[in-house]
């Protein structure tokens, strides 16, 4: 492994994910950009160059088990490596969303895209993961995705978006899977939300910039070896689950 740091970002061309792609560049890092449509991929890593991040394109469509195959050979020939892994790339399947409506193709394209392709993506970079002196697992999560919150009087979630927040339920759970599976090994692997943020994601709705929304990541990616892991949170601290 070289001794910068080298981290793969998925979803990175835009939003939240360029903006955590730019936050940790911005530490000497050099940053793989996965993202799948090429023209954006290439011009975010050419804003992040102009801007003096290390960054090089990764092209990854987390739904397709030949893609990240690829991007994983592509990171181990580029980099030589991988220390941190932040997996943002997610899709809303589209609005409204009530369980009692929503077409059950959505929720298997949802699902798809933000928990099975966490669970491809991780899997394919863990060989890389596992060789890296301090290495992390962000996984991008949502408050909506809360049990507890869901379940607790008085609390408004908003709209009920059945197959994005289940996504970030089942998303919490298996990120746990993976920490219970892993806990004899040095990767701390972490939940974050980055609040209601304001992206083509939701419409632009948000009340929060996208640079703010990857703070979260940014700190996770970031943590001391001794940091937490198997946790979830948000700028504020911890989330309930």
Known sequence: MSEQTIALVTGANKGIGYEIAAGLGALGWRIGVGARD???R???VEKLRAAGTDAFGVPL???DDASVAAAAELIADHAGGLDVLVNNAAITGGMPQTPTTVDPATVRAVVETNVIGVIRVTNAMLPMLRGSASPRIVNMSSSVGS???RTTPGIDMGPVPAAYSASKTFLN???IQYVEELGDTDILINSGCPGFTATDLNG???VRTPRQGAAIAIHLATLPDDGPTGGFF???GTVPW
Do not use: W
Request: aromatic letters at 4%; proline letters at 0%.
């Open 204 to 206: 632009f709705r948000g």
């Open 147 to 149: 049990l507890a919150l």
């Open 234 to 236: 948000d700028d504020a």
């Open 61 to 63: 469509d987390v739904t």
């Open 42 to 44: 290439e011009t975010a």
């Open 173 to 175: 759970a298996v990120t």
């Open 38 to 40: 090429r023209r954006r």
